[in-house]
């Protein structure tokens, strides 16, 4: 059954440094997104991403962040100059739009501590 | 801002009970409402989605959309220690690459 991936599973970082994380989502799919839990919190939206350009955005997504399709396969998720507070597990979603139902798929996660 | 809330449990079963899980929100526009599965340090996996109001059944599995009353349920039927996870509501409005406003969780656990 196809899936996401996600790489790395988990990221250690310095407060300031850029991280970017990896996703491949499901082949067949046509919108992507990013959401991140904060441990013992909810599940957050971040960002989605259509035909090579970002359809939605909460407040969490500010300047520090950015997202990319580099080729074919692949969706990134940029964090610049990353904060403590950019501890998180951070999740890659994938859907195909049917034209009724929009079902997110998604990924394994991204631990990311940033010390 | 609280779209959609879900009581974190915990929630401790005994096996074979039958398990009721709910969720409540305030936007009236959302219009498709998914129950995923969440193990430990995992993604959340999709159990069930429905859309509008109704109900929806998979197996042990029984989804319930009430939008008069802005509340949603899941059932679980003859729960299994493998059931044993944190299950997510989540909700969105009808149009593609639209965000999901998830609940908090609720940790369900089921004692053989």
């Known amino acids: 059954e196809p899936e996401v991936t996600q790489t790395p599973s988990h990221q250690v970082t310095q407060m300031g440094q850029e991280v970017i994380l990896r996703c491949v989502p499901i082949s067949n799919h046509l919108y992507f997104y990013w959401y991140r839990q904060i441990l013992g919190q909810k599940v957050e939206f971040l960002v989605s991403?259509?035909?090579?350009?970002?359809?939605?955005k909460s407040e969490i997504f500010d300047d520090q962040f950015s997202v990319e399709r580099p080729d074919g396969s692949n969706f990134t998720l940029k964090i610049r100059s990353t904060k403590l507070e950019d501890s998180a597990m951070y999740f890659c979603a994938s859907s195909e739009w049917s034209g009724v139902t929009d079902t997110q798929y998604f990924g394994p996660g991204t631990r990311l501590t940033v010390l | 801002q609280k779209e959609v809330e879900q009581d974190p449990g915990p929630l401790s079963v005994p096996e074979g009970a039958i398990v009721s899980l709910n969720c409540t929100y305030s936007n009236s526009a959302f219009q498709y409402f998914m129950w995923y599965r969440q193990y430990s340090r995992k993604g959340p996996e999709l159990l069930m989605y429905?859309?509008?109001?109704g109900n929806k059944e998979d197996g042990r599995f029984t989804a319930q959309v009430d939008k008069s009353s802005k509340y949603i349920s899941l059932f679980i039927r003859d729960s299994q220690p493998s059931d044993s996870a944190t299950y997510l509501c989540a909700m969105s409005e009808d149009f593609a690459g639209n965000q999901f406003y998830f609940g908090t969780g609720t940790s369900l656990t089921v004692i053989p």
């Open positions: 429905t859309y509008s109001s």
């Open positions: 991403f259509y035909n090579n350009e970002i359809s939605e």
